[in-house]
């Protein structure tokens, strides 16, 4: 078989994700390594995890960014290279009628966290980046710079909840609070909305009459160290390709979209 893969994370909280990827990358389960993980938190304790087995670990500090830019935007400088209109003509994160001062400012400080995360990971040649529980939306100005190659997306993301229903942070309560019998996780590729990219894979998990939504929530998060590590594993294999399905609604307008295709082995 080819060579093994090299992964990147990214991480925001307990990693236990990234858990279930190093210890797939360890079994064979992924043909793959993980060089780098990265976190916008300095207290993740997946870092750790990380550490544990003698993985490079770095941390942006999104939220320090953040709040430097509130008290002195002038001092918090863009990237050289980043372009306030070409993110707006391209970002899908804000309607059109969001607050201009409010979408600047993020594009901006997000720029900024980003660039630094680019430095960090420009040590270390990857195939794959996988976002493991990472908390912040990522934006044209770092998927472009990761995206190279044409049709060739190279970054994942898991997200709790059976996508396209429940985008956001907390998947799991939202399917708990609006009474679905069934929720699950999805693995997609990152495009520039809010866990809106192709869908690579999912998993169902029941909602159980009289559960606890941290039951529920147990349940998911298990489903989710089982469905990452196959996805990344049909990445390794060379066998997700982007491929276009156009659909005709009711009233005629014509949506086009890039799905993901799993090539038999
Ligand atoms: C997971 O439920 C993931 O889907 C969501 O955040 C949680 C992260 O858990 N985005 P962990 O850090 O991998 O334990």
Redesign the pocket.
């Known amino acids: 078989m080819d060579r093994k893969i090299r992964i990147g994370a990214l ?10 990827i190093m210890d797939a990358c360890e079994s064979g389960g992924i043909h793959g390594r993980m060089v780098f993980v990265g976190s916008d938190r300095p207290d ?3 870092l750790d995890r990380a550490r544990t087995r003698n993985i490079p670990t770095f941390t942006v500090d999104y939220r320090r960014i953040i709040d430097d830019y509130r008290v002195a935007p002038e001092a918090v400088l863009p990237p050289d290279d980043f372009d306030l209109e070409e993110i707006l003509a391209k970002q899908s994160l804000f309607a059109p009628e969001a607050d201009p001062g409010r979408v600047n400012r993020f594009f901006l400080t997000r720029a900024v966290a980003e660039a630094r995360l680019m430095a960090a990971m420009a040590a270390t040649p990857f195939d794959l980046l996988v ?5 912040r939306n990522l934006t044209p100005y770092f998927i472009d710079r990761i995206n190279t190659a044409a049709l060739k997306p190279r970054i994942m ?4 909840a059976l996508l396209p229903a429940f985008p956001g ?1 907390d ?2 309560g939202d399917t708990f609070r609006y009474g679905c019998k069934v929720g699950g ?1 999805t693995v997609h590729f990152v495009d520039y909305g809010e866990d809106s990219g192709p869908i690579i894979g999912q998993r169902t998990v029941a909602v159980v009459p009289g559960e606890t939504l941290d039951a529920f ?1 147990k349940k ?2 298990a489903a ?1 160290w089982r469905l990452y590590p196959e996805c990344i594993q049909l990445f390794a294999q060379g066998r997700l390709q982007l491929v276009p399905r156009t659909r005709t609604l009711a009233d005629g307008e014509i949506i086009n979209r890039w799905i993901v295709e799993i090539l038999p082995q």
């Open positions: 991480i925001s909280g307990g990693g236990t994700n990234l858990l279930a993740a304790a997946g976002l493991a529980g990472f908390m993301n898991i997200h709790p942070t998947g799991y996780c929530r998911g998060l989710e």
